[in-house]
């Protein structure tokens, strides 16, 4: 129940594509959803962030798309660059105190 | 901008030593907390700290572990008698309220340890 299921593992991306990441919970305790970026070497950096109260959030290029229902949400790159090349973590935690509880992560290569 | 600092960024043991990781979180932070990750793996929580006292720690956070935080800046991690499997990227991380509702968590570039 504490887990939080996170697909791909690995993707591939051209150019100006778009990156699609997909995560999946069971715990509906869980409330605060963060994806963050990783890369190599360095630690996660909060990217974007999301509440169950709302179904979408964009932030530039980055939108998390959010299903209550379906205990899913995704991270979706738009004209997605080389530079954004790194390890997505999607995460999830309920309010309070209790810690995050991160997903697999996703290498991302961004391939001109 | 405020960061979370590691050090060391790199130690290397023989195993059954002990090390210390240090962390400096950031400064108006209240909560504290160490996560672990193995090469390619995710990254796995160990251990919160609120208040001088843990609030909540993982199975992976047994007897071996132990952290503190000596003097109102530093927060440390010790790991007794360090195993092969020990060696993992450790993150150091805060935030200024508890991890949920929004409260974002910083984190630090991390400290590698290998045990050899």
């Known amino acids: 129940q504490q887990q939080v299921k996170q697909s791909p593992q690995s993707l591939i991306v051209q150019k100006g594509g778009i990156s699609i990441i997909n995560c999946a919970y069971e715990n509906t305790a869980f409330d605060y959803f963060p994806w963050y970026q990783q890369f190599p070497g360095k630690g996660p950096a909060l990217l974007i962030a999301?509440?169950?109260?709302?179904s979408e959030k964009k932030e530039g290029r980055f939108t998390i798309s959010f299903n209550k229902s379906a205990k899913q949400f995704s991270l979706h790159i738009m004209d997605s660059q080389p530079g954004d090349s790194a390890t997505y973590f999607c995460a999830a935690n309920p309010s309070g105190n209790t810690p995050l509880v991160f997903g697999k992560g996703t290498r991302l290569s961004v391939i001109a | 901008e405020p960061e979370v600092t590691q050090t060391p960024s790199h130690q290397v043991t023989q195993m059954g030593q002990e090390v210390i990781l240090r962390c400096v979180p950031i400064?108006?932070?209240?909560?504290f907390y160490w996560y672990r990750q193995i090469l390619g793996q995710k990254v796995e929580f160990l251990v919160s700290?609120?208040?001088?006292?843990?609030?909540?720690k993982s199975e992976i956070f047994d007897d071996q572990f132990s952290v503190e935080r000596p003097d109102g800046s530093n927060f440390t991690l010790k790991i007794r008698s360090t195993k092969l499997e020990d060696s993992a990227m450790y993150f150091c991380?805060?935030?200024?309220?508890?991890?949920?509702?929004?409260?974002?968590?910083?984190f630090g570039e991390g400290s590698w340890l290998t045990v050899v």
């Open positions: 991380a805060s935030s200024p309220r508890g991890g949920g509702a929004g409260n974002t968590i910083y």
């Open positions: 700290f609120y208040n001088n006292e843990i609030s909540e």
């Open positions: 999301i509440r169950p109260d709302v």
């Open positions: 400064s108006n932070h209240l909560y």
